[in-house]
């Protein structure tokens, strides 16, 4: 007997809407957790793309008592999953900080003709992650399977 691809791509896809469904705490952790990994690809990333030295410098800001990191690295924040289109779970990671847009797509320089470098550091993290999602995503699925999904 043989099965195509695709066949278990749709049957993985049902299996994920039911533990959506049925299991929405559990769901919303892993697209939580989803977050949290590409987060750090992108941290890794844009350590990498900002180890030149410009723009790569590690600055802080003491607010209440407590030390934040303010530059591209420490802006990075994950948002909260919640539902997109009424049926399935969505996280944003994004940079926050004000010039953060610059260095991703790069801009021209008041008064000369040059233009800065632009690095799609959030671009290549999403590249590596399209890669990382469908692991996590059929290990999720097997834990719901030995959860059996009697909730």
Avoid: C, W
Wanted: no cysteine.
């Amino acid at each position: 007997m043989s099965m195509e691809a695709s066949g278990l791509d749709d049957f993985a896809k049902e299996l994920l809407e039911l533990g959506t469904k049925k299991m929405p705490r559990e769901s919303k952790n892993f697209m939580q957790r989803a977050g949290n990994k590409l987060k750090s690809i992108a941290k890794t990333q844009y350590t990498a793309d900002l180890a030149n030295g410009k723009g790569g410098k590690k600055r802080y800001k003491i607010k209440n008592g407590k030390k934040k990191r303010i530059d591209l690295i420490g802006s990075l924040v994950r948002g909260r999953a919640y539902i997109y289109n009424g049926n399935e779970f969505q996280v944003r990671v994004k940079n926050i900080a004000p010039h953060a847009h610059l260095v991703e797509h790069g801009h021209n320089i008041a008064g000369t003709n040059r233009r800065t470098k632009a690095y799609h550091s959030m671009g290549k993290s999403a590249r590596k992650f399209a890669g990382e999602y469908p692991n996590m995503a059929e290990k999720f699925i097997d834990e719901l399977l030995d959860k059996g999904l009697s909730r």
